[in-house]
Antibody, heavy 120, light 108 residues
Framework: QVQLQQWGAGLLKPSETLSLTCAVS????????CSWIRQSPGKGLEWIGD???????NYNPSLKSRVTISVDTSKKQFSLKLDSVTAADTAIYYC??????????????WGQGTLVTVSS | EIVMTQSPATLSVSPGERATLSCRAS??????LAWYQQKPGQAPRLLIY???TRATGIPGRFSGSGSGTEFTLTISSLQSEDFAVYHC??????????FGQGTKVESK
């Protein structure tokens, strides 16, 4: 059974760097989208970006200048870094593994979510 | 970027009744449309993909329809465990990834 377990700091000050890691067990990352998605309080889902092992990373244009997603397939982990956070980055962050469908992914496995709060 | 618009924002339904949720794309996504269910404190769960195919383990009371720009998720007879937020996602043009803003199904 595939499971995603994520971890990282939950409380940040403005201008700090958000750093989260997601580990997959019971399955592989090769050939799958390794994605990060966030949800601000009471809001919908916002795609942050993703990386598929055989390709390059794709990022939300609104976050592109501050985001880095990386994958370590040998460890079956992928990570998110978001620089220079502000209060607007306060959200629940999810990692998700997506299988390839059409031009994009279908997310059939998700991490448990990490609430990241940005406050001075 | 394809913009996904869901309606209504909130749907009040009594248990046993039918719930109909809508999702509209700003341009055609063919049938490359998925629905997710999200309960409080949980991550989303894949319900429907290909606009009408139920994911593994999803009960038959959930059905999806539509193509192009107009899509519908129907819950034929709402059960207590179905009260949740439902999100649509297109995967026809990626990146960027786009989701709708969600429809909350609440008890009437």
């Amino acid at each position: 059974q595939v499971q995603l377990q994520q971890w990282g700091a939950g409380l940040l000050k403005p201008s700090e760097t958000l750093s989260l890691t997601c580990a997959v067990s019971g399955g592989s990352l090769s050939g799958y989208f390794c994605s990060w998605i966030r949800q601000s309080p009471g809001k919908g889902l916002e795609w942050i970006g993703d990386l598929i092992h055989s390709g390059s990373a794709n990022y939300n244009p609104s976050l592109k200048s501050r985001v880095t997603i990386s994958v370590d397939t040998s460890k079956k982990q992928f990570s998110l870094k978001l620089d220079s956070v502000t209060a607007a980055d306060t959200a629940i962050y999810y990692c998700a593994r997506g299988f390839v469908a059409a031009a994009g992914p279908l997310f059939d496995h998700w991490g448990q979510g990490t609430l990241v709060t940005v406050s001075s | 970027e394809i913009v996904m618009t869901q309606s209504p924002a909130t749907l009040s339904v009594s248990p046993g009744e039918r719930a109909t949720l809508s999702c509209r794309a700003s341009q055609s996504v063919s049938t490359n449309l998925a629905w997710y269910q999200q309960k409080p404190g949980q991550a989303p769960r894949l319900l429907i993909y290909g606009a009408s195919t139920r994911a593994t383990g999803i009960p038959g009371r959930f059905s999806g329809s539509g193509s192009g720009t107009e899509f519908t998720l129907t819950i034929s007879s709402l059960q207590s465990e179905d009260f949740a937020v439902y999100h649509c996602q297109q995967y026809n043009n990626w990146p960027p990834g786009t989701f709708g803003q969600g429809t909350k199904v609440e008890s009437k």
